[in-house]
C-alpha cells in the first residue's frame, strides 16, 4: 500500500546532541510537510516542501532544519535539542492533484535526556 | 491569523448516544475543511473533507459534517457512537490558496460500553 513512513517510531537523544527524524513516502505527492506535536495540544507546523521549494514557518526556530534530497524523502534535523523539543514529530504529505487532502505517517516520539 | 478552535477538549459518552465536535474557524476567505481521527497508537487520518458543493458532507465510519459558511463553522456529528470511536478528533483548515493547514487543538473522545 502506497504511504507515509517515519523512521525512528521512537528516538532517545541528549540535550545538546543533534538527531535526524527521516521520512518516505510512495504516493509520489509534490507536498510534504513537518509538524510538531506535543501532549494535548493541536499539530504545529514547522515547514513545508513544495517540491523544492522550502516553505519555514515564521515562528520556527533555528534549531530545525529540513532536507528534501528527493520528491520521495524528507529529513527533520534538529541541530541542538533542548527538553522543550520532546514531542510527537510527524510528517505528512498532500498533492495538488489529490484536493489536497494529507497523509500522514505514524510520527517519531522524540525524547531528550 | 488564522485559528481553529475546538471548544471540547474531553468528552466521554456511552455507547449509541450522539455526538456532536463543535470547530470554528477564523478566516474570511476561501477555505478547505477537514476532520480528522487518532486512534490510539495509530496515526492521523482522514475522516471527511470539505471543498465545495453541498455543506453536508459525509465520512466513513458514519460520521458527518456540516459547514455553515455564516457561523464559520465546521461540526462534526454522529448519531450513534460506538465504542471503537474512542480517539482523538482534530478539526483543520486550509486556506485554498496556499498548502498550509491549520489544525485545532482536538477533542478527545471516549465511548463507554
Known amino acids: 500500500d502506497a504511504m507515509v513512513i517515519q523512521n525512528p517510531r521512537y528516538q532517545v537523544t541528549q540535550f545538546g546532541k543533534p538527531v535526524t527524524l527521516s521520512c518516505s513516502q510512495t504516493?509520489?505527492?509534490?507536498?510534504m510537510y513537518w509538524y510538531q506535536q506535543k501532549s494535548s495540544q493541536a499539530p504545529k507546523l514547522l515547514f513545508h516542501y513544495y517540491d523544492k521549494d522550502f516553505n519555514n514557518e515564521a515562528d520556527t526556530p533555528d534549531n530545525f532544519q529540513s532536507r528534501r534530497p528527493n520528491t520521495s524523502f524528507c529529513f527533520l534535523d534538529i541541530r541542538s535539542p533542548g527538553l522543550g523539543d520532546a514531542a510527537m514529530y510527524l510528517c505528512?504529505?498532500?498533492?495538488?492533484?489529490?484536493?489536497?487532502?494529507?497523509?500522514f505517517g505514524p510520527g517519531t516520539r522524540l525524547t531528550v535526556l | 491569523a488564522q485559528s481553529v478552535s475546538q471548544h471540547n477538549h474531553h468528552v466521554i459518552l456511552s455507547e449509541a448516544a450522539s455526538l456532536e465536535l463543535g470547530c470554528n474557524y477564523s478566516?474570511?476567505?476561501?477555505?478547505?475543511l477537514f476532520w480528522y481521527v487518532q486512534y490510539p497508537g495509530q496515526h492521523l487520518q482522514l475522516l471527511l473533507k470539505?471543498?465545495?458543493?453541498?455543506?453536508l458532507v459525509k465520512g466513513i465510519k458514519g460520521f458527518e459534517a456540516e459547514f455553515i459558511k455564516s457561523k464559520f463553522s465546521f461540526n462534526l456529528r454522529k448519531p450513534s457512537v460506538q465504542w471503537s470511536d474512542t480517539a482523538e478528533y482534530f478539526c483543520?483548515?486550509?486556506?485554498?490558496?496556499?498548502?498550509?493547514?491549520?489544525f485545532g487543538t482536538g477533542t478527545r473522545l471516549k465511548v463507554l460500553a
Open positions: 505528512a504529505t498532500s498533492s495538488f492533484q489529490d484536493k489536497n487532502e494529507q497523509f
Open positions: 470539505y471543498f465545495s458543493g453541498d455543506p
Open positions: 483543520a483548515v486550509r486556506d485554498s490558496g496556499t498548502y498550509k493547514y491549520i
Open positions: 478566516y474570511g476567505g476561501t477555505v478547505n
Open positions: 504516493l509520489n505527492h509534490n507536498v
